[in-house]
């Protein structure tokens, strides 16, 4: 097929985020529906990364994709110093949902500025400056967000902010903490976590962030009993505990919020992503009392002129609703548990290179390795180029099969739309299986 106007007119002016500009080659993508995307050529894509992990409702929801045609022929715009309906139904809609006592809403464009905020928030109210954020994170790429963030994607970009100290959260399959059990990883964490408190001063820390499930790197579910350590932790001394949840919220875990699952309430809930599944940019920070009481009589300082934008309110309005009316998060709990989990077990069976499935919900990660004993990495921690060959090649075959696959490190993430049917969880798996065989390759345990 000859190179489109689209293709041509992207390589000659679209600057692309995270990339060495001259050799991408973008798919151009045509349109989508539901868990299925397609190029200008008509190939056909079922879609296991919800493009950014943002799809939960999949491409083109009519009842969303109405609300925002409705809300665009009303209002497109105004500033947020005024109230508005959309905006007004969104926060009271995200208050309902959210856990414990957390009332208020500060809208924001995406998540990285939900964290920018959440932090400049906790270090007002509490009048301290340290935030502790954990390896193994993102938290976005704006010059906090980005320094927050526990991955390569921060190195080239420091020095940034100060007063940021790392820790590390439960991964028991690759433990700091040399624990042999899900419970003991969890209970070394939260010593280790407490040790940082001691070392750190714990009265100057105003906040720990953390992904309640952590995404991109690697999608770790903490054990049972974790959060509510932190949380506990977090109240003897004072420091206030953000979740970020722009990932892990809105359905990916089968729950609004990930912390739903653990009954943990934190003071402050950033999320972006989900709540209205991208189809227009939209974040923001839930707030607990507080931080509320903070800035009751005190200014905020901070704003955005898109703050609470109407377009992306109401289209937040719908993709709540939808969720509520189709109750979605059960639907996902369910796909989760009686699909993606028992059919991630076979391929760990059939596949030597597989050495760990993980997740709930529809947040899963394959991680490949080359030896089950040693769990050396399939490709190396942040490899890239030729390193990184063989992850290239597993992507390739799903995507020659027609699946669109979330790949990271030496992981497969499996984060298909929620509305996902179980046909095509299947089909997606069935492709997955295959596309493993590019892996095992690899493989010399
Ligand atoms: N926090 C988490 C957990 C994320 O996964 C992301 C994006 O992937 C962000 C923050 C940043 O969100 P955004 O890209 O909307 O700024």
Redesign the pocket.
């Known amino acids: 097929m000859p190179e489109s106007a689209a293709f041509r007119d992207d390589r000659a002016h679209v600057f692309h985020s995270w990339s060495a500009q001259r050799a991408l080659a973008p798919a151009v993508v045509a349109g989508g529906e539901g868990a299925w995307f397609w190029d200008e050529a008509g190939r056909r894509y079922l879609d296991f990364s919800s493009q950014?992990?943002?799809l939960n409702l999949g491409h083109q929801h009519p009842t969303v994709v109405r609300a925002i045609q409705e809300q665009a022929a009303t209002l497109c715009t105004v500033a947020p110093t005024f109230a508005n309906p959309a905006r007004s139904e969104a926060a009271r809609l995200i208050a309902e949902i959210a856990p414990g006592d957390l009332r208020h809403v500060f809208f924001t464009?995406?998540?990285?500025?939900?964290?920018e905020h959440a932090v400049r928030m906790a270090r007002h109210t509490t009048g301290r400056h340290k935030i502790l954020a954990a390896y193994r994170?993102?938290?976005?790429?704006?010059t906090g967000?980005i320094t927050l963030t526990g991955d390569p994607r921060r190195w080239p970009n420091e020095p940034a902010m100060p007063g940021v100290v790392r820790f590390f959260g439960p991964y028991a399959y690759r433990s700091a903490f040399h624990a042999s059990s899900e419970e003991q990883e969890g209970e070394r964490a939260l010593a280790h976590l407490e040790e940082v408190f001691t070392l750190e001063g714990a009265h100057t820390i105003a906040a720990v962030i953390l992904?309640p499930v952590?995404?991109?790197n690697g999608i770790l579910v903490p054990p049972d009993g974790y959060l509510r350590g932190v949380r506990e932790l977090c109240d003897r001394h004072g420091v206030l505990l953000i979740a970020?949840?722009?990932?892990?919220g809105f359905g990916r875990c089968g729950e609004w919020f990930a912390v739903d699952r653990w009954g943990v309430v934190p003071d402050l809930i950033?999320f972006?992503?989900g709540v209205n599944s991208g189809y227009v940019?939209l974040?923001g920070v839930v707030l607990g009392p507080r931080v509320y009481e903070t800035f009751a009589q005190a200014p905020y300082p901070g704003g955005l002129t898109y703050s609470g934008h109407p377009l992306a309110c109401a289209a937040a309005v719908a993709a709540i609703t939808v969720m509520r009316d189709e109750q979605v998060n059960a639907t996902v709990r369910r796909l989760g548990e009686e699909v993606v989990r028992p059919r991630l077990a076979k391929l760990q069976e059939r596949h030597p290179s597989v050495g760990e499935v993980r997740g709930l919900g529809l947040f899963w990660a394959i991680e490949l390795v080359r030896d089950r004993d040693t769990r050396e990495m399939l490709v190396p921690y942040n490899a890239s180029g030729a390193a990184a060959a063989p992850m290239a090649e597993v992507a390739a075959a799903c995507k020659e099969r027609g699946l669109w696959p979330f790949t990271h490190f030496n992981r497969v993430h499996v984060v298909p739309p929620c509305v996902t049917s179980a046909e095509d969880l299947a089909l997606g798996l069935d492709i997955l299986d295959d596309a493993l065989d590019a892996a095992d390759r690899y493989y010399t345990g």
């Open positions: 950014l992990v943002n464009n995406g998540g990285t500025e939900a964290n994170s993102y938290h976005g790429a704006t967000s992904e952590v995404g991109t970020d949840e722009v990932m892990s950033t972006a992503k940019p974040g």
